[in-house]
């Protein structure tokens, strides 16, 4: 798998990239090193860089506390992959999807992208608003869930709701642990 090759398909081609996807080896021990270790790192590296080495309106956040705030943030974010992950094979069964733990992690760890890759605009801390692209990343999980999960299809958005209900509050859950340790 060609990192930027997937980021591409994924993004400009859901729905053909998860029919590739969901042949290819969806354990967490592949994915994680393959491809969430790097993506997941992108909001994490340009908000250290946008904070505390650029800045916004004179105020520049310590290199030390950044870069603590940094590897929490990608801790949190690995961390949050696994949650989604068991979220989406628990709730399987009651929409009558496909339970597989190597399906949930596909998608738990490919249809966050859009919002990984959304965080370059972090770098520029006046251009953060534009991370609102990484919503697209709810379209990815809606299309994942319907091609790799195979609910039926009247239960597909059901289930994607119910899944994005479960993954807000435990971004709710990582957001305010960062913002307990590090402020806002």
């Known amino acids: 798998m060609n990192l930027v090759e997937r980021i591409k398909g994924i993004l400009l081609q859901p729905k053909s990239e998860w029919g590739a996807i969901e042949g290819e080896p969806g354990s967490a021990g592949y994915l994680i090193p393959k491809y969430v270790a790097f993506v997941a790192a992108i909001p994490a590296v340009c908000t250290f860089i946008g904070t505390s ?5 004179g105020y520049r956040m310590g290199i030390g506390l950044g870069l ?5 943030v ?6 949050g992959v696994f949650v989604v992950a ?13 339970k ?7 998608v738990s760890a490919y249809s966050p992208t859009a919002a990984w890759v959304a965080g370059v605009f972090n770098i520029i ?26 609910p039926p299809a009247d239960k597909a958005l059901v289930y994607t709701i119910a899944v994005i209900v479960c993954a807000i509050i ?3 859950i990582i957001f305010g ?3 307990l340790l590090f402020g806002l």
């Open 53 to 57: 080495l650029i800045g916004s309106g």
């Open 68 to 72: 603590a705030r940094a590897v929490v």
């Open 74 to 79: 990608y801790v949190l974010s690995l961390v």
């Open 86 to 98: 068991y979220i989406i094979d628990f709730l399987a069964g009651t929409f009558g999807a496909r």
């Open 100 to 106: 597989s733990p190597d399906n949930t992690m596909r």
């Open 125 to 150: 801390p006046a251009l953060s608003f534009l991370g609102i692209l990484g919503l697209y990343s709810l379209y990815l999980l809606y299309t994942g869930i319907a091609a790799v999960m195979k």
């Open 170 to 172: 435990v971004w709710i």
């Open 177 to 179: 642990i960062v913002a």
